[in-house]
């Protein structure tokens, strides 16, 4: 069937089910009054069907135009924006907010990269990911936190990251951010890239475990090799900084707003930095060099609203000059809060 767009709607979601749980669903995208693009860059006139897609989808998660502000994935969309793409940023909020949280723990892990950017040839490459961890109850508690990779043919290879005893605060998040290597020569077909948090005594049975798949192609049978080439930084992970809070790249999730990753990443000639504010706060957000001098101020301690926000840096300094290709930091502060993310600009 062909629906008709009327209004401003851009697409719909039709539903099936077998009593209360639903099966199947089919998305209709309304082409015949709008101009979508696939792509990493929609032009001004099209709209991202990444970002109407995460939206529909949440009608068949039932997390749509609810009632309950914090259940409702994005119920809009510009054309040109490609920052709601992602599911990370809203559908976490609206299933606990509706089923509850089960587990004492909780956690997802998660890349801002697009499926096809985590396809990778026998060359080899690699992938940015974060794992958020929860802490669902009132009281501190230790986990064991482990990542692995299930490969083509079903078995488990890991831990690539293996901490024990890491500790988290009542009602409280930690995040850690890592580049994870693909070696050269892997073999052909889909894997899962798992976080677990798991019980801190043997037989370290899980709390909870997330995962993502990326693949490689080729014609070669190919070998997963020493583990050493896919092992992950422990000293990126440290109960110690956690504890202390000192630098690191496990810390507390502040509470008023969540600095996500920029879109795209590596980037030329421009890119979007995206995050949500959880309350109204006081907003700066600065770009640095990797020798720490700042070069640009995107906002000025500007009042901003609960919600989500996008700004675009077209990577030149604050007197318009272009910068030159290379690795850079934002600094998002919100009142007496900050968090730092890294970005690379390639020309």
């Known amino acids: ?17 077998n009593g209360f749980n639903m099966t199947e669903c089919d998305m209709i995208f309304y082409d ?7 792509y990493q860059n929609p032009t001004n006139n099209e709209f991202d069907v990444w970002n109407i897609a995460a939206h529909e989808l949440g009608h ?24 709601k793409r992602s599911l990370y940023s809203d559908d976490i909020n609206g299933i606990q907010a509706i089923y509850a949280l089960q587990n004492p723990f909780s956690v ?25 961890a929860y802490n669902n109850t009132a009281v501190g508690r230790y986990f064991r936190a482990t990542i692995d990779v ?55 049975t899980d709390y909870d475990v997330s995962f993502f798949m990326f693949w490689i192609t080729g014609a070669a049978q190919g070998e997963m090799g020493d583990i050493s080439a896919w092992k992950l930084p422990e000293n990126e992970f440290t109960p110690a900084d956690v504890l202390a809070g000192n630098s690191g790249n496990i810390v507390s999730i502040p509470g008023a707003f969540d600095l996500r990753p920029n879109v795209p990443n590596p ?20 770009l640095y060099n990797i020798a720490g001098q700042k070069i640009r101020t995107l906002i000025d301690r500007e009042m901003l609203g609960i919600g989500p926000h996008s700004i675009i840096w077209n990577a030149a300094d604050d007197g318009g000059q272009p910068v030159s290709a290379g690795i850079y930091l934002y600094k998002l502060s919100v009142g007496e809060k900050s968090a730092f993310k890294k970005m690379t600009l390639i020309k």
């Open 150 to 204: 299930q490969l083509p043919d079903g078995t488990i290879y890991g831990p690539l990251l293996n901490m024990n005893s890491v500790y988290i605060g009542p009602n409280s998040s930690l995040t850690y951010s890592a580049v994870q290597n693909i070696p050269a020569n892997g073999p052909v077909g889909e894997y899962r890239y798992r976080a677990h948090m798991r019980n801190t005594a043997n037989p370290y």
């Open 60 to 83: 068949y998660l039932q997390l749509g135009h609810s009632s309950y502000t914090q259940a409702t994935m994005y119920a809009y969309s510009s054309q040109g924006e490609t920052s």
């Open 108 to 132: 997802i892990v998660t890349t801002n990269d697009d499926s096809y950017a985590r396809t990778f040839t026998q060359a080899g490459g690699s992938f940015n990911f974060t794992v958020n």
């Open 267 to 286: 980037f030329n000639p421009s890119t979007a930095i995206n995050f949500d504010l959880y309350e109204d706060g006081v907003v700066s957000l600065e």
């Open 1 to 17: 069937f062909s629906p008709t767009s009327s209004g401003s709607v851009i697409a719909a979601t039709y539903y099936w089910g």
């Open 32 to 38: 015949g009054a709008w101009l979508f693009s696939a």
